[in-house]
């Protein structure tokens, strides 16, 4: 059975850090596109960050530039999303997504996605 299973979430004070992580199992993804989207209340998920396969190509959504940092470690199959500078507008619940044998521009440009993580919580206070 082909699992993502996020952790790290939690409740930090704005200008605090998390790091995000996405374990797979299942089936190796050390060719798939990974990335990590966001769903804040009321409003549509979108795509934070996503990393190719070697993790040579990355992807930032202008609203995380220079503060997410998206890796992989293909030998563990986890993706990691490191956030700094984190701010009330990033409250959400963060997913982790894989698409098979994918670019990030194809993840970029999908509506739907291979493969699904069940969500980790991250609040950020004021």
């Known amino acids: 059975q082909v699992q993502l299973v996020e952790s790290g979430g939690g409740l930090v004070q704005a200008g605090g850090s998390l790091r995000l992580s996405c374990a797979a199992s299942?089936?190796?993804?050390?060719?798939?596109?990974m990335g990590w989207f966001r769903q804040a209340p009321g409003k549509e998920r979108e795509l934070v960050a996503a990393i190719s396969w070697g993790g040579r190509t990355t992807y930032y959504a202008d609203s995380v530039k220079g503060r997410f940092t998206i890796s992989r470690d293909n030998a563990k199959n986890t993706v990691y999303l490191q956030m700094n500078s984190l701010n009330p507008e990033d409250t959400a619940v963060y997913y982790c997504?894989?698409?098979?044998?994918?670019?990030?521009?194809?993840?970029?440009?999908?509506?739907?996605?291979?493969?699904w993580g069940q969500g980790t919580q991250v609040t950020v206070s004021s």
């Open positions: 997504a894989a698409d098979r044998m994918a670019t990030t521009q194809v993840m970029r440009s999908r509506t739907s996605h291979d493969y």
């Open positions: 299942g089936r190796t993804f050390s060719m798939d596109a």
